[in-house]
């Protein structure tokens, strides 16, 4: 059975950082893309950045680009996703998921499992 299981999330001022992880066991992590997804009060789940089986193709969503890296270390079965210069708007819950596809795709229904999610809260 896959599990992933987010963590280091937190409350952080505007323009701070955060490191939020996803680890992953039960299945062959090395062969899976991983996504980060987050969803914030009242608002539908949105996609946040992708990175595919060996690292080297992602993909981000406009407003992230140049403040968030998405990385993956796959003798660690644990994907990141570096966040930094945080906005208030980035305030959600981020979930990471894992695809079988090998394309960076943003769409969550190509995503088969699905960690519970970490909270992410930026002051203003």
């Known amino acids: 059975q896959v599990q992933l299981v987010e963590s280091g999330g937190g409350v952080v001022q505007a323009g701070g950082s955060l490191r939020l992880s996803c680890a992953h066991s039960?299945?062959?992590?090395?062969?899976?893309?991983v996504g980060w997804f987050r969803q914030a009060p009242g608002k539908e789940r949105e996609f946040v950045a992708a990175i595919n089986w060996s690292g080297s193709s992602t993909k981000y969503t406009d407003s992230v680009k140049g403040r968030f890296t998405i990385s993956r270390d796959n003798a660690k079965n644990t994907a990141y996703l570096q966040m930094i210069s945080l906005k208030f708007e980035d305030t959600a819950v981020y979930y990471c998921a894992v695809s079988v596809f090998g394309d960076v795709g943003d769409q969550g229904p190509a995503y088969r499992y699905w960690g519970q999610g970490t909270q992410v809260t930026v002051s203003s």
């Open positions: 039960g299945g062959t992590f090395s062969i899976y893309t």
